[in-house]
């Protein structure tokens, strides 16, 4: 039986911060972005996972949507809605990042120079307008090497977030330069584990059932270098947390503390 002094002792240590996690007023949290923020193969789920008891948090981020599209769909109603309809939140915080999706070739892309910086603003001044907090984030690095340098192909669109976020007056998660830094640091094939399924093998031999000969066909897989699985969920979820602590301190006191 441990020491009845011990166990006193232990809950003088647990009572202050149970006693803070019931004080905490509650706010909500809006995540608006793609897919690489959103469920099964973004690290925004994640990310809602490190908030307090006390934090509200809807991931709205769909996959394959831009600056534009994510609009034009109907999407952004629903975040206005969200604010205007109040609740019992002490504040709101819609976070938004787009980028991805927005490139040339893309099925729903935007201009650079003009649609994506007016696009960007406009969400920031409607989330204001309807009594929330806009953040917005630049997106995460892809995780293709090029020799032993990772390419960073959005870093023009992540410098338009940070200039918006200057003219705005908006606080930025520079998720852009953050995961890149890290993934640089890794290489390829460790940057590899982090998407959300392993690498295919290139070839995958096959037996024909009709005439009993071996064709070599290539195996379909969930493989790629822009999506994350758990690991990397994990991973550039603790980068957004960390950004977020430092951009919006008065979220700091509803961010778990990170495990070590």
């Known amino acids: 039986m441990k020491n009845p002094l011990f166990r006193l002792a232990a809950l003088a240590c647990v009572l202050p911060a149970m006693a803070h996690a019931a004080m905490q007023a509650p706010i909500r949290v809006i995540l608006v972005g793609d897919s690489t923020v959103a469920p099964n193969n973004g690290y925004g789920d994640a990310l809602c996972a490190r908030f307090t008891p006390a934090v509200t948090c809807i991931n ?3 996959n394959g949507r831009s600056s534009s599209s994510f609009r034009a769909e109907g999407r952004w109603d629903k975040v206005i809605q969200l604010l205007k309809d109040g609740g019992n939140y002490s504040a709101s915080y819609v976070l938004v990042g787009f980028g991805h ?6 099925r729903n892309a935007t201009d650079l120079v003009t649609q994506f910086p007016a696009n960007m603003a406009r969400y920031a001044s409607e989330v204001r307008a309807a009594g929330g907090t806009p953040v917005l984030f630049t997106p995460l690095t892809r995780r293709t ?9 959005l870093a023009p669109w992540a410098d338009a977030i940070r200039k918006v976020g200057a003219r705005e007056h908006v606080p930025v998660l520079d998720m852009n330069t953050e995961t890149y830094d890290v993934v640089q640091a890794m290489g390829q094939q460790e940057a590899d584990t982090l998407a959300v399924e392993p690498p295919p093998a290139k070839l995958d031999k096959v037996q024909s059932d009709v005439n009993k000969i071996e064709i070599v066909t290539e195996k379909k897989s969930a493989f790629d270098r822009t999506h994350v ?21 008065a979220i700091a006191p509803y961010l778990k503390p990170e495990a070590k």
């Open 145 to 153: 090497f090029i020799g032993p340098n990772l390419e960073n192909n």
């Open 229 to 249: 699985g758990a690991k990397g969920a994990h991973l550039f979820s603790g980068i957004a947390a960390r950004e977020l602590k430092a951009a919006v301190p």
């Open 101 to 106: 999706n927005d490139q040339p070739g893309k």
């Open 60 to 62: 709205l981020a769909a």
